[in-house]
């Protein structure tokens, strides 16, 4: 339970929900292989539910923490992390200066910066091998439908082009403090073994333009990109929901070599 000495350091800008369920906490940490990762980084340790239960596995891990006052507290309260917290927005922080890696990756995500988080653990997805992620039940489930479902979207197909996901557990909002009004959902990616053999960039661009006029037809999505009628017509009539990775690879690729 969350005592009342912990309340100041709550700030609802952050959206700071504090777990507060040690046997979901050990379910979450344990589902990451820690033989697979040479260090461990916690995204948001808050009050250091996750923090400890990583402690005990005996791997390299750093916190990184945006909020100065639960900084502070962790350095006060959790001897060991003196050394392993950082007091920083994750979202500009540059993992290339672990040295270590493959890198895994623990958080319960602050739902007003889930999908930029998801963003950046994309950005670095040649050292990220996994992620466990506490994450709102609606976004959580969008995220595990597979490309090609009408409930995909954008972060979907992005984030399993480059990832296996899969659902750990539903999680109810009651073993939170404060009590979020959603649910949640535990989701873990694992790096896929896919080959990249694609513009990165203008696939993503694809992605994006596809979706924003995604109750469109491909055709007309994508009117603005060159011989874009050389595309296979079946995949033109298609909405962008419609479309698999291996669809959005192939016009990546047709489109590359035709671009505006």
Request: charged share 20%; proline share 3%; aromatic share 12%.
């Amino acid at each position: 339970m969350i005592t009342d000495e912990y309340k100041y350091t709550i700030k609802k800008s952050l959206g700071q929900n504090f777990l507060k369920d040690k046997n979901i906490a050990y379910i979450i940490v344990n589902s990451i292989d820690f033989k697979k990762s040479k260090i461990i980084i916690e995204i948001g340790p808050g009050l250091g539910i996750l923090t400890k239960i990583i402690y005990e596995k005996n791997i390299p891990f750093k916190a990184i923490e945006i909020d100065k006052n639960i900084y502070n507290y962790l350095n006060n309260n959790y001897p060991f992390l003196r050394d392993n917290i950082l007091n920083k927005n994750i979202l500009n922080y540059d993992l290339n200066q672990i040295k270590n890696n493959p890198i895994g990756i623990i958080s319960n995500m602050p739902y007003n910066i889930s999908s930029q988080i998801l963003f950046w653990i994309i950005k670095y997805k040649n050292i990220i091998n996994q992620a466990v992620l506490m994450i709102q039940k609606e976004v959580g489930e969008k995220i595990i439908t597979a490309p090609g479902n009408r409930n995909t979207n954008l972060l979907s197909v992005y984030i399993n082009t480059f990832f296996n996901v899969k659902c750990i557990k539903h999680i109810n909002n009651k073993v939170f403090y404060p009590k979020p009004k959603v649910n949640s959902t535990v989701i873990k990616l694992t790096r896929n073994n896919f080959n990249i053999d694609f513009n990165e960039k203008l696939y993503f661009e694809i992605i994006k333009t596809s979706f924003l006029q995604r109750r469109k037809m491909i055709k007309n999505s994508l009117y603005n990109y060159k011989n874009i009628n050389i595309i296979n017509h079946n995949l033109l009539m298609k909405r962008p929901e419609e479309l698999t990775i291996e669809d959005y690879i192939y016009i990546t690729n047709i489109i590359d070599n035709n671009v505006l």
